[in-house]
């Protein structure tokens, strides 16, 4: 089975701290995906990754960067917490595309989220 | 980024067939489309994903027509834990592949 885990399930932080959330997947896929989900909006992309240290912006990046230093890995960083970015974080892995065995073209595999309440 | 609509939400029975249908005017030839399913406190959960015309799984069915403009997801006999939120993507991973807001699903008995 696939495995996407974040670090944390629920984070407190105050505003003007540095939040890092971080997320693992054990498949070896090569896309990694970060999302906000708020009530109304859906899932929003911030930032992916396709390779190691490769980043790409997604529709919402403002106040956000990350990292991919290992495939495996893939962090979410908030420089300076907000209390606008009081959200769920999801993140999720990719393969690179095309079939890969039984798993689909397109399918995501996400994690179980993060609730950050910024206060 | 092609765009899509769906219905907010939608109400229905147990046992009952249940049809959401998406539109995507402007799906570009290699796009793909597919649906996720997301139920609360949970990240989204592939369910199935098809190019053209029917798409069946153990899961649910994915009817598209000829012109691709929209496609439906028909989830048969649904139960109460069929209570979700579906979302209809299009396009290709990692680029240009989007959700939107989905369609709540509410499952009555």
Known sequence: ?119 | LAKTTQPISMDSYEGQEVNITCSHNNIATNDYITWYQQFPSQGPRFIIQGYKTKVTNEVASLFIPADRKSSTLSLPRVSLSDTAVYYCLVGDIPNDMRFGAGTRLTVKP
């Not at chain 1, 070896?28 to 899932?43: A, K, T, V």
């Open chain 1, 1 to 119: 089975d696939v495995k996407v885990t974040q670090s944390s399930r629920y984070l407190v932080k105050r505003t003007g701290e540095k939040v890092f959330l971080e997320c693992v997947q054990d498949m070896d896929h090569e896309n990694m995906f970060w999302y906000r989900q708020d009530p109304g909006l859906g899932l929003r992309l911030i930032y992916f990754s396709y390779d190691v240290k490769m980043k790409e912006k997604g529709d919402i990046p403002e106040g956000y960067s990350v990292s991919r230093e290992k495939k495996e890995r893939f962090s979410l960083i908030l420089e300076s917490a907000s209390t606008n970015q009081t959200s769920m974080y999801l993140c999720a892995s990719s393969f690179e595309g095309g079939l890969a065995g039984e798993y689909s073209y397109n399918e995501q595999f996400f994690g179980p989220g993060t609730r950050l309440t910024v206060l």
